[in-house]
């Protein structure tokens, strides 16, 4: 999330990529979405194509699940959570998810548009003063990337800041004055342009209109009615045990850093959060379709078409809703935080959930995010009609 100056968005701590779609996702009765069975056979490719990318992008350890409803189920850890002890990777570990972080948010906000105290159409002067092009930027357009602020994870002073010491807490009024310091890229609306500035604005408005910290919003109204037990909104530098820990390049120097220490409040609404892989299986399906694990709505169904719905971008196979992204039908987001990764994915056509987490934020050839890579090697194998085949340029994390 935290690109370093002068590099793509993706650079340093980036709260998490993405990379959008233009079309709408396929609903879960539409064909074409078939998804293999997970026999011993088809199991054995998945060890070594995980394995290949593991060696290909000196990933230190990963865990990966797919679950179908009628195919079966995979759930396996490769490598170490900590490469001085030698520990090894387990599913029961905590890791950063960094921009996944946006999901979550942007569900208190959705959230708050069913019970008819804010609307996506409203602008953001109408809630936080001093924004730039704030009497023209609605909520929609933050929720979509389509605002035209500047991203402040790409400020070279906001790089300085968090490399001298990436321990200290920021403010989001701290992060947003890297942002306003720049002038507007271009007008609302006008295009795709993934920024972490975005999210900040979201999240003081739903701490403005609640009237609680976004943490606790999140934890009472989100977390705790999908029984996500284990996902964390830290206040600073805290993370729960056991977990593993994070490998980053991330740095002023660009040697590699260990990370499980530092404080995520950089990313805050942006990419602050944590989990464990089953949570994140749940929260797959709960995001992409709206409804929580016992049927019932989290966000009403006119207001998840809308989140689904997604104007058209420059990227092949991809588009960006609400908070969200499709990729040839996969839906979710990833995220990318410095030492972690993740990617947490459902294909409604096939009822179907993938979930990748690993411990190290470094691109492959310095372009490639290693979330990436595992989501295309899994995906040609389980769903060949739907690969999660992200351009090997990195979005702004």
């Not at 990379?19 to 609903?27: G, M, V």
């Not at 908070?323 to 996969?330: A, D, L, M, S, Y």
């Not at 989501?375 to 060949?384: E, H, N, V, Y």
Request: charged residues 15%.
């Amino acid at each position: 999330m935290v690109p370093a100056a002068g590099a793509s968005a993706a650079a340093l701590p980036s709260a998490a990529p993405v990379l959008p779609a233009a079309t709408d996702p396929p609903s879960p009765s539409s064909s074409g979405g078939a998804v293999r069975d997970l026999t011993p056979s088809l199991q054995r490719q998945i060890d070594a194509a995980v394995q290949h990318v593991m060696k290909q992008a000196d990933v230190p350890g990963v865990n990966v699940g797919i679950w179908t409803p009628d195919k079966g189920q995979y759930v396996k850890s490769f490598g170490v959570a900590d490469r001085s002890s030698g520990k090894k990777m387990s599913s029961d570990l905590y890791l950063r998810i960094g921009s996944e972080t946006k999901t979550f948010t942007v569900t208190a906000l959705l959230e708050l548009v069913d019970q008819g105290k804010i609307g996506l159409d409203d602008t953001i002067g109408t809630y936080i003063h001093g924004v730039p092009n704030g009497d023209k930027i609605t909520l929609r357009q933050l929720a979509g990337m389509r605002s035209g602020l500047f991203n402040y994870s790409q400020d070279e002073g906001f790089f300085k800041a968090f490399t001298s010491d990436p321990r200290r807490p920021f403010t989001p009024q701290e992060l947003l004055h890297y942002s306003f310091k720049h002038p507007v890229l271009f007008q609302p609306g006008k295009k795709f342009y993934y920024c972490n500035t975005n999210l900040i604005l979201l999240g003081l408005v739903v701490e403005k209109i609640s009237g609680r910290q976004l943490r606790d919003y999140i934890h009472d109204t989100v977390l705790q009615p999908a029984g996500l037990d284990h996902t964390v909104f830290p206040q600073g530098a805290e993370f729960p045990s056991p977990h593993a820990q994070g490998y980053t390049d991330q740095t002023a120097n660009g040697k590699v850093a260990t990370t499980a220490d530092w404080n995520p409040s950089w990313g805050w609404a942006a990419g602050a959060m944590i989990s464990r892989l089953q949570d994140l299986r749940v929260w797959a399906r709960t995001v992409a379709t709206g409804r929580l694990p016992d049927g019932k709505r989290l966000i009403s169904a006119a207001t998840q078409k809308q989140r689904l719905t997604t104007p058209p971008t420059t990227i092949p196979g991809a588009g960006y809703g609400l908070g969200i992204f499709n990729v040839q039908g996969w839906i979710g987001h990833n995220g990318s935080l410095p030492g972690y990764e993740s990617l947490t994915i459902y294909l409604p056509s096939a009822r179907t959930t993938l979930v990748v987490m690993l411990n190290t934020d470094i691109n492959y050839k310095k372009t490639t995010e290693p979330s990436t890579l595992f989501g295309d090697a899994i995906t040609k194998i389980i769903s060949p009609d739907h690969v999660f085949n992200l351009p090997a340029e990195p979005a702004a994390r």
